[in-house]
């Protein structure tokens, strides 16, 4: 019998795994967890912030240890000190005390490979104790401010093609074989397990007549993923009554607080959202055990991203419960359309009008949104988790 290898994955953040606290990157990583306990591939040994809120959880994780790194009002004083030193001297390597505390993890450990996700913070510090070959570095953003040191890792793993050629073109040093394209995958029977009765109960929570056909935007409420523009094409829908917009999410989630102590990335968002009124319902956060009777409720779904969005994991969501979705031409969004189940508006001046215009023929066209559905639905397969775990861990183990 063929030895598991060992996996040590690097949470990208302060938020807790399993991701009782949400975060993309927190439930992608509790996703790969739960699949490798169904395919006992391999034994997986994360490092993430100590939370007591996951350790019954963690229970159910036979084939994962759990390694926690502290936190507390001192050492984030000390980390926004070190941020700040960072930005008054990029060329010079300044540490805070989670990667102190990885490193020291890290270095009581046996294991074959170690998957930084998402933090590129984090690389120069761990190519330090790690050799190059056993560093994975997983790249899930366009943010490609650290792709000078991308080459310290033996691969880098991207959600699209077009990402791919940014990040050889900007890094020279890097082979070929080492920027490897990753089809992103969700948990596609999670999305799939609501049930007309749990929607019915849903609706009439949050107080959405069945005549009212719902538009449905799902992530972090922010200019930069285009909820501004959403909300002023909304806005020139008129007098129209039949529908109501669902944004579910956070406002500024993750984005802190600009110098004079206002969130950041939301400006006019509060504004434009009063005056929609009661035609417009925002959740606030939903905890993930209950995104896919949120997500079921709707009848449209859109993903506006004016920024350079990489693979969005609504996208994909919407067509696992066979919804249609309008999207920007923004980032790696292309690489997942098709106009069988999307409609695609260009980013730019006329972005609000074309979104308007793709409202109103989804909202008026009842045939064409089930046939969209249909087609969603079905190509969604190749989203499944299984399908990406399995290329994941020939990516990381290659």
């Given at each position: ?57 963690r ?40 990667v ?9 450990l ?11 913070d984090?690389?120069?510090p ?47 040093a ?37 005549s ?8 972090r ?11 002023e ?62 997500l ?16 969005p994991?609504?996208y ?7 919804i ?25 001046d ?49």
């Amino acid at each position: 019998m063929t030895k598991r290898k060992k996996i040590v994955i690097i949470a990208p953040s302060v938020l807790p795994i399993p991701a009782i606290q949400s975060g993309a990157y927190e439930q992608l990583i509790e996703y790969i967890l739960k699949v490798n306990e169904e395919l006992k591939a391999v034994d997986f040994i994360l490092i993430s912030k100590k939370n007591i809120g996951t350790y019954k959880l963690r229970k159910k994780f036979n084939y994962t240890t759990f390694h926690d790194f502290d936190d507390n009002i001192f050492k984030r004083i000390f980390n926004n000190i070190n941020k700040r030193i960072n930005k008054l001297f990029p060329q010079k390597i300044h540490y805070n005390f989670h990667v102190t505390q990885i490193q020291d993890i890290l270095k009581k450990l046996k294991y074959d490979k170690v998957l930084i996700v998402g933090n590129v913070d984090y690389i120069n510090p761990i190519s330090e104790i790690v050799e190059k070959d056993k560093i994975v570095f997983y790249l899930a953003t366009e943010i490609l401010s650290h792709v000078n040191i991308f080459h310290k890792c033996g691969k880098i793993i991207t959600g699209n093609n077009r990402l791919v050629n940014l990040v050889l073109d900007k890094n020279k040093a890097l082979k070929s074989n080492e920027v490897v394209n990753l089809i992103p995958g969700i948990d596609i029977d999670f999305f799939r397990k609501s049930t007309a009765d749990k929607v019915k109960i849903l609706k009439k929570k949050l107080g959405i007549p069945d005549s009212k056909k719902v538009i449905c935007y799902i992530g972090r409420i922010v200019t930069s993923k285009g909820v501004n523009v959403l909300l002023e094409a909304i806005l020139k829908l008129n007098n129209r009554d039949d529908y109501t917009l669902l944004l579910i999410g956070s406002i500024g989630s993750n984005f802190g607080s600009t110098s004079n102590g206002k969130v950041s990335d939301v400006e006019g968002i509060v504004e434009l959202i009063a005056k929609l009124g009661d035609k417009c319902i925002a959740t606030g956060f939903v905890a993930n055990e209950e995104l896919a009777d949120y997500l079921a409720i709707a009848d449209i779904g859109v993903v506006p991203s004016i920024c350079e969005d990489v693979a969005p994991a609504s996208y994909l969501q919407f067509q696992a419960i066979g919804i249609p979705t309008i999207v920007s031409n923004g980032g790696g969004i292309p690489e997942f359309f098709s106009p069988d189940y999307s409609i695609m508006v260009n980013r730019g001046d006329t972005m609000i009008e074309e979104l308007q215009a793709a409202l109103i023929t989804l909202l008026d066209d009842i045939s064409k949104r089930n046939t969209m559905g249909k087609m969603a639905f079905a190509n969604s397969d190749k989203f499944s988790m299984n399908r990406y775990f399995k290329d994941l861990i020939n990516i990381i183990e290659s």
